[in-house]
């Protein structure tokens, strides 16, 4: 079972990318749950995705310390979970239910900014990756989807002139 939740269910075996492929993934899982269980659904599977992500690593690289499997994506679907639940929780709160294709805007940054500081890994993103240990696979990531749902907001806030005035 730890495998299977560390691959995400064999998402991580897609290749080339599979760290964009779960993140592609879990954007559409995310969208999904937004839309037919509420935004709050989105939360608690990133609660449940986090915890899950934090045992399948220590559990799978309990003897390997140091690694980091390219094929384990948990850590990007929690992340990227994390990063859309920004646009989600300012969309829940204006009562805009349905708004994956109304706002498209809003879940493609999410994707793209996620992507870039996971893979950039500035800062807190980079020191997390760094720890050489099991949590390491997944806070660097949880960093990543904190940092990208905050330039989502930023983005938005200027593309819609809120912080211009």
């Known amino acids: 079972m730890s495998r299977a939740i560390a691959t995400f269910f064999g998402v991580g075996l897609l290749r080339p990318a599979p760290g964009t492929w779960g993140s592609a993934v879990a954007v559409a899982l995310g969208l999904g749950l937004d839309h037919v269980f509420g935004f709050w659904a989105l939360v608690l599977a990133t609660a449940l995705a986090a915890a899950a992500g934090f045992w399948a690593c220590a559990r799978e690289l309990a003897d390997t310390p140091g690694a980091d499997p390219s094929e384990f994506v948990i850590d990007e679907v929690t992340g990227q979970w994390l990063a859309l639940s920004f646009p989600a929780a300012a969309f829940w709160h204006r009562g805009m239910d349905n708004w994956a294709l ?31 240990d099991p949590a390491g696979v997944m806070l660097d990531d949880l960093w990543a989807g904190l940092f990208a749902g905050l330039a989502v907001m930023v983005s938005a806030g200027v593309a819609h002139g809120v912080l211009m005035r």
């Open 102 to 132: 109304d706002a498209w805007p809003g879940w493609v940054s999410a994707f793209v900014f996620f992507r870039l500081f996971d893979i950039w890994k500035p800062w807190l993103v980079g020191r997390a990756d760094r720890r050489g």
